[in-house]
C-alpha cells in the first residue's frame, strides 16, 4: 500500500508527534519527520541521507554541508552552468583553431595554384 492510497481511503501517516519533541529525519520533499534510523521517507518514499562525495560521510538530504568535512554536499546551479559554459569556451577555441587550419591549407593551396599558373 503506497502513501498516495492511504491518504485515498482517508488514512492519515502519523510519523512523530511534532509536539513531544522527539528526534527524527525530516523529509527535503514532503516535509514529513521521520523516525531515525529509515533510509527513506515514510510518505514518499524519496531518500532521507546523502553521502559526502569528500570524505564518505553519511549524512541527512536537509544538510547543505557535510557533518564531519564541512564540505558542500550538492554542487550548486551556477556552479553547473560556470561549468558548462568553460567547456563552451574551450570547444569554441578548438573549433576556431580547426576552422583557421583549414582556411590556411586553403591559401597555400590557392597559393601553390597561382604560382603555377603563372609559370
Same mark, same amino acid.
Given at each position: #500500500? ?7 481511503? &482517508? ?11 522527539? +528526534? $527524527?529525519?525530516?523529509? +527535503? %520533499?514532503?516535509? =514529513?519527520?521521520?523516525? !531515525? $534510523?529509515?533510509? $527513506?521517507?515514510?510518505?514518499? &518514499? ?6 559526502? %562525495? /569528500?570524505? &564518505? /560521510?553519511?549524512? #541527512? ?11 558542500? !554536499?550538492?554542487? $550548486?546551479?551556477?556552479?553547473?552552468? =560556470? =561549468? =558548462?559554459?568553460?567547456?563552451? !569556451? ?28 603563372? #609559370?
Amino acid at each position: #500500500m503506497t502513501a498516495n492510497e492511504d491518504l485515498s481511503k &482517508g488514512e492519515v501517516t502519523v510519523g512523530i508527534d511534532r509536539t513531544k519533541n522527539q +528526534p $527524527g529525519v525530516l523529509c +527535503p %520533499r514532503c516535509d =514529513h519527520l521521520n523516525y !531515525l $534510523g529509515q533510509d $527513506g521517507c515514510e510518505r514518499c &518514499g524519496t531518500d532521507l541521507y546523502i553521502k559526502c %562525495r /569528500h570524505c &564518505g /560521510h553519511r549524512n #541527512m538530504r536537509v544538510y547543505t554541508r557535510c557533518q564531519k568535512c564541512r564540505k558542500r !554536499l550538492q554542487r $550548486g546551479i551556477f556552479s553547473r552552468r =560556470h =561549468h =558548462h559554459r568553460r567547456s563552451f !569556451l574551450r570547444r569554441a577555441g578548438w573549433q576556431f583553431f580547426q576552422i583557421l587550419l583549414v582556411l590556411l591549407g586553403i591559401a597555400a593551396v590557392l597559393g601553390l595554384l597561382y604560382l603555377l599558373y603563372r #609559370m
